[in-house]
């Protein structure tokens, strides 16, 4: 992936490389700096992030086609509680024959994260290239931080790029105002996008590390986004079904107990986070992520929930993402800052 020839005479020539201050004061290029420019112009000269960009960017216009194909009956269902929220309707609205783009997203981020960090170390060191950069004068710790770096600030990108142009094409063809909330939820939902890739980035950068083939690390990273998407809840689901009663023959309190127990079984999948957040956010008038009795339903009001309201419903979610990316990349960090690197 990366050109030592490159990056070598861009760390020999490091004195031509300045950032000028205000005062006139002269300052020479950091190695990090270069390293996460050399990365991100590996990553856009990249046959597969070229595929893997046109792909997530076919599902976009294609969700968003289908979106203002059906947007006229969206906001004028008055039995709907977020009908006002137009710009919102443009990422949920869907008529059966492509579902909205956070559920396409919940598919293509674990691809795309992926695809990115799968052979961010062990390609380097199958080409006998990783000693030689080790030799240059630079610190280990700068290498993993500017793979992962750089691979974020390409999703980042992207997914700003894309909800402004989701916000654009809305102005243009509705003319309508888009209201402070909208953008507030729409860049939640982008940032809640960004961290969620950046799991799955983390864990594949952690299988680069501990695998030595790319291949290996590719399949395994594969492998456990199969499991957690298609497999995980069949045996969640059957596990609790083998263990604990049938919820028919439970009391009211216990079938809520048991609801909650699935819930939160199901919640170690970061796929099941990710949707919980999103929609939560992208859908104002939903309340609640667990199950509620019919006396906390009796009282209620189907009206949209403010975005702060929305953004505390939604917080341990966001948090177990967040922590869960930490985890996997402070792990990586470990792992290669005590790996020996030979040739």
């Not at 004068?137 to 290498?143: A, E, S, T």
Request: hydrophobic content about 50%; proline content about 5%.
């Amino acid at each position: 992936m990366k050109s030592l020839t490159v990056f070598s005479r861009s760390l020999s020539l490091k004195n031509k490389d300045y950032n000028h201050s205000s005062e006139g004061a002269v300052f020479p290029a950091s190695p990090f700096s270069i390293m996460v420019g050399k990365e991100i112009a590996d990553h856009l000269r990249s046959w597969r992030f070229i595929v893997l960009l046109s792909l997530i960017g076919l599902t976009f216009f294609g969700a968003l086609y289908v979106s203002l194909s059906n947007i006229k009956s969206a906001v004028s269902n008055t039995q709907d509680p977020d009908r006002l929220f137009l710009y919102l309707k443009l990422l949920t609205t869907t008529d059966g024959t492509l579902p909205p783009f956070h559920v396409l997203l919940s598919f293509l981020g674990p691809l795309l994260g992926i695809s990115l960090g799968f052979d961010t170390i062990n390609s380097e060191q199958n080409a006998g290239t990783l000693t030689r950069l080790m030799a240059q004068p630079l610190y280990r710790d700068n290498l993993i931080l500017s793979k992962f770096v750089s691979a974020m600030v390409m999703v980042g990108c992207l997914f700003v790029s894309l909800a402004l142009l989701m916000i654009g094409a809305g102005l243009l063809i509705t003319g309508v105002k888009i209201e402070p909330e909208e953008v507030l939820r729409i860049f939640a939902f982008v940032f809640i996008s960004f961290v969620y890739v950046g799991f799955w980035l983390s864990l594949s950068i952690l299988l680069s590390i501990r695998f030595k083939q790319t291949a290996t690390s590719a399949l395994t990273g594969i492998g456990i986004w199969l499991f957690l998407t298609v497999f995980y809840k069949l045996v969640v689901n059957l596990v609790t079904k083998a263990l604990f009663p049938d919820p028919a023959f439970l009391a009211p309190q216990q079938a809520l107990a048991y609801q909650e127990l699935i819930s939160n079984f199901l919640r170690l999948d970061p796929s099941q986070l990710y949707t919980d957040a999103t929609t939560t956010l992208l859908m104002p008038s939903v309340r609640s992520l667990g199950p509620l009795t019919m006396e906390q339903m009796a009282m209620a009001i189907p009206s949209p929930l403010p975005f702060k309201e929305s953004l505390m419903i939604v917080w341990p979610q966001v948090s177990g993402l967040l922590a869960a990316t930490v985890l996997c990349f402070a792990l990586s960090y470990y792992l290669f800052m005590r790996r020996e690197i030979r040739s």
